[in-house]
């Protein structure tokens, strides 16, 4: 579902330039959920943009569900870019929109008719278990439902892969069990293959079947989880 073969990424700039990712190889298959371990600044974030293309890498591949999105030009690349969702640790919800109104508005921006996003957006939120919290206003909720707003959203273009960035650092651990459970479920129910970055191994341990372990911008071990939790 994810193939990214030769990946690098340069960041340039006066004061010098950073290699941010240095040759990255990665295959995720259809339904996986892969795991990008690493301490901050080794590169993860920086891999995971170029996954839906927020950086152009300056060398290598990369391809979702078969489209090479590396030789894509920008019209063909937007509407590519619906087979990827994305959830971050902030979780940048719009303050003056109630739940339902920020999920509408993800339909909105993927082209769903206004006829159609009533019952999508209903279909969202029953899907992360929101429903209850529809009128209410990001300012309050709690973490974890901002975070499952944040996943609804994500998944309004009907993703085939969803890309996490950080998504339960912000959150305490029983919060983050919880999100943990709502990805694990969705990758299941839906057949979502999910491609998680974080610097926790516990998330690697709960919800990955496969991970790396980056530093310095590759990947320095990686493997099925069970295999890379037996090394000494
Ligand atoms: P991680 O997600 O593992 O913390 P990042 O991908 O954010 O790692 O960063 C990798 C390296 O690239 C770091 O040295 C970081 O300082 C640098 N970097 C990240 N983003 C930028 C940017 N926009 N401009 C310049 N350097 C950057
Ligand atoms: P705004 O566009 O001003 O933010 P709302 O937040 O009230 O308006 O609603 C935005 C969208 O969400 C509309 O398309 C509306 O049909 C839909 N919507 C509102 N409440 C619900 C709900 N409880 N269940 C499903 N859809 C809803």
Redesign the pocket.
Known sequence: MIEISGLR?T???KAGD????DGVDLTVGEGEVFGVL????????????CVNML?RPDAGTVSVDGVELTGLRRKRLRLARHTIGMIHQHFALLSSRTVAGNVAFALEVTGVPRAERRTRVAELLDLVGLTERAEAYPAQLSGGQKQRVGIARALAARPKVLLS??ATSALDPETTESILRLLLDLNRRLGLTILL?T?EMTVVKRICTSAAV?RD?RFVESGRVADLLRQP
Do not use: F, N, P, Q
């Not at 950073?18 to 990712?21: C, D, E, I, P, Y």
């Open positions: 990424k960041y340039r700039s950073v290699v941010a990712v690493g301490r901050s600044g080794a590169g993860k974030s920086t891999l995971l943009r950086e960035d950080e970055i610097h980056m911008g």
